[in-house]
Each structure stands twice: as C-alpha cells, then as structure tokens.
C-alpha cells in the first residue's frame, strides 16, 4: 500500500546529540503516530498527534502535526543507547476507514 | 491503550505444514484486527483486516487461501499460513484499534516464522 516518505532512512549519533527525523506525505491526515520498535518487538506508540500543528512531548521526545496536516516531526533531544531501535511514523485519514498508512522507517544508532 | 498478547514469538515450520499465530486482546473487546506482514529493514505491510464475526478483508496481492483469518471473538484473531513455504518466512504482526476519542493502534510483539 501507499507509504509515507520517511526521512532519514538511517542515522548514526553520538551519545547526547539530538536527533530530528520527518515524514511528509501527497494527502492530508487526520491522526500522526510515532512509533518505535525496537528488534524482534512490534511497534510501541511514542506520541499521538491528533490536531494540525499541535506539538506534543514525551519525555525526551517532541513530534509536531504540521499545519499543512502533510506532514510531521520527531525530535529526540539528548540520545541515550538505548534510543537504538527503528522509528516509524503512521498517518491515519479518516475516511481510511481504519488502516494506518506507515513511513518506511528510520534506523537508529547511538554510539556510546 | 489495549494490551495486546501475541502467540508464538517464534516458530520454525517445514515446509507444506501449516501454522497458527493468535492475536489476543487482553482487556479490550476488539471487533478489528489487523495483520501485518514485515520484512527485514523494511516498513510494515498491511496484510488485512480482521473482523469479528465477518470475513476479513484481504489487502491487494495477498492470497486469502494461503493467509487464513478467523476473528470468532471480541478477543481472538488467528492467522493462519497454509501450506507455508520459505518465502513465507518473515516477521507477522497484529494490531488492535482502541476504541474512543484519544484512540491509537497498539501492536502485538511480533511472530518470527522460519520455514526450513
């Protein structure tokens, strides 16, 4: 199915750094999610967006819905090592019925 | 949101035997399911829909004889790989939607199946 453009595809930090990842898409969305599945687990909801423009955090991490609702942001401020996983971001339309189209994923790495 | 128990973590089949991975909602009566099919480094796929009671819902390009879905409880999902064989080897997911306002899609932790 259709996919979110998710970028980067990877990254490879330093311990403390910050780190910023995005997904944009063609259509609007109605609902923005944030997850992060760490190897071998599904996926685990970081932060719901539910509003255009609203910006919400979750301890370390921030995520935006952009205003256009094509689009959104995660932050990650101060990497620790166990921020390793792979990030996912999910967009939901509500006229989707209740299929979440998902980005491609953003890999994770943090050098201690 | 919902818990979400997934069965078995992993399995290794051979091939032309069938295999059931079950899909359970702890405490939240869900009336769809999904099943996801992921491949290394890559996104998750939607493979379908799940609905209690009713048939599921195939996404294009997958086989709905070689993928059985039974949904016969507000707490059950079963997907089942018929005649597996090694391209069916892959990471299968499920996902339950909470219901409400401030609603999100928790997943289940995944089944690593290996046809040998």
């Known amino acids: 199915g259709q996919q979110l453009n998710q ?17 944009t898409s063609s259509s609007i969305f109605n609902t923005w999610l944030w997850y992060k599945q760490d190897p071998g687990e599904g996926p685990v909801l970081l932060i719901a967006l539910y509003k255009a423009g609203e910006l919400t955090s979750n301890g370390r991490l ?25 990030y996912f971001c999910a967009g939901h339309h509500n006229n989707a019925g209740n299929m979440l189209t998902f980005g491609g994923g953003t890999r994770l790495m943090v050098k201690p | 949101g919902a818990v979400v128990s997934q069965h078995p973590s992993r399995v290794i089949c051979k091939s032309g035997t069938s295999v059931k991975i079950e899909c359970r909602s702890l405490d939240f009566q869900a009336t769809t399911m999904f099943w996801y099919r992921q ?74 199946l290996t046809v040998v």
């Open chain 2, 39 to 112: 491949f290394p480094k890559k996104s998750l796929m939607l493979m379908a829909t799940s609905n209690e009671g009713s048939k599921a819902t195939y996404e294009q390009g997958v086989e709905k004889d070689k993928f059985l879905i039974n949904h016969a409880s507000l707490t059950l999902s079963t997907l089942t790989v018929t005649s597996a064989h090694p391209e069916d080897s892959s990471f299968y997911i499920c996902s339950v939607k909470s219901g409400g306002l401030n609603y999100g899609y928790t997943f289940g932790s995944g089944t690593r």
């Open chain 1, 7 to 23: 970028s980067p595809q990877s990254m490879f930090i330093q311990e403390g750094e910050d780190v910023s990842m995005n997904c």
């Open chain 1, 62 to 86: 921030t995520a935006q819905f952009g205003i256009t609702r094509k689009d959104s942001f995660l932050n990650i401020s101060a990497s620790i090592p166990s921020d390793v996983g792979i």
